[in-house]
């Protein structure tokens, strides 16, 4: 073989090389199934949001998204392992509050840095809070309420379903927004506790619309108002805090979707317009309603972050305020 055709065979190799790396280099994201990790366990309200958003990402990226649930430790379980995932976009992080904002102001010992590890790229859903209260109190509003309280300082109890849970510390930005002074009962669960606010042991509680809102319908306790910024459609005729005197006054638990902050930025940008997409869906936003979860509109990179931010200073200055800590 001639010099010349040496050279020819190997450029040649070297083209069928390069040609065969084509493809992978080339391969639209995704290209195989993805996971969304859900810190809790199944049959809650984040866990259906979780699978039906999982379904219609699936649609819209067309692979497979795979819902694991990976509760425990109040949520941290599930972050480490998303935040020591490969960051290549296949491992998505059903975040929330809890994980994202009020763990690591809680905790002073924690395996994962919510700041450093994770870049939230959606917040899809608020989940609305309700102030409801014994049927006895002589209150049918939250200003009313607040008289009763004024005038009964220390002798009225809340109940909330944990020390540090986002509706105890709900409870103390009502406290002190509205400056009323009331004892902290903490019960296991949110069954014990408005247990104990229909037998009057408690007086008032804070909690998600979906647990209270049967027991406000049967008219076994009352709703003085709900903490979102306006009113919700499963209670049209209950105040918000902010109309019962108390302007400025927001306060919910949300859900969103994570990656490793490492995640290229085309692949978070994939994903991030597959979110919002999905939540542009009418049916997928009513579907929703009724457990009470309020699908937001969709949010830009710069504005998820500075909800974030926002939903940290809030929650920031009541943990100090009340000096909580659960380590």
Not at 43 to 69: I, K, M, T, W
Not at 95 to 108: D, H, I
Not at 174 to 200: C, E, F, Q, V, W
Request: glycine share 4%; charged share 20%; with cysteine.
């Amino acid at each position: 073989m001639s010099q010349m055709n040496r050279w020819f065979g190997r450029v040649a190799a070297a083209m069928l090389v390069c040609a065969a790396s084509i493809p992978q280099a080339l391969a639209a994201f995704p290209d195989r199934p993805l996971k969304l990790v859900v810190p809790y366990t199944p049959g809650g309200a984040a866990d259906q949001l979780s699978r039906v958003l999982a379904e219609r990402l699936a649609r819209e990226l067309q692979q497979p998204v795979v819902v694991e649930n990976k509760p425990g430790a109040n949520t941290m379980i599930a972050a480490t392992q998303v935040a020591r995932a490969q960051p290549d976009g296949y491992t998505l992080f059903l975040a929330s509050n809890a994980s994202m904002v009020l763990n690591p102001m809680l905790y002073r010992k924690i395996s994962y840095d919510a700041a450093r590890d994770f870049r939230v790229l959606s917040v899809v859903a608020e989940l609305p809070l309700v102030v409801v209260a014994n049927n006895e109190v002589p209150a049918a509003t939250l200003a009313q309420f607040v008289s009763v309280a004024k005038a009964h300082p220390g002798k009225m109890n809340y109940a909330s379903v944990g020390i540090g849970n986002p509706l105890q510390l709900a409870t103390e930005l009502l406290k002190t927004r509205t400056g009323i002074d009331m004892a902290h009962i903490p019960y296991n669960g949110s069954a014990p506790a408005l247990s104990s606010l229909m037998a009057n042991d408690t007086q008032l509680m804070v909690d998600v619309i979906s647990t209270s809102l049967p027991l406000v319908k049967e008219n076994k306790i009352k709703a003085l108002a709900v903490t979102t910024a306006e009113r919700l459609p499963v209670l049209p005729d209950v105040p918000t805090v902010a109309e019962s005197g108390f302007p400025g006054f927001r306060a919910a638990t949300w859900f969103g979707v994570a990656v490793p902050v490492a995640t290229p930025p085309a692949e978070a940008r994939a994903l991030q317009d597959a979110v919002a997409r999905v939540m542009n869906q009418p049916d997928f936003r009513e579907r929703f309603q009724t457990l009470g979860l309020a699908i937001q509109a969709p949010r830009d990179q710069a504005e998820v972050d500075r909800y974030v931010s926002e939903d940290r200073d809030r929650w920031g200055a009541v943990i100090r305020a009340n000096q909580i800590t659960l380590d």
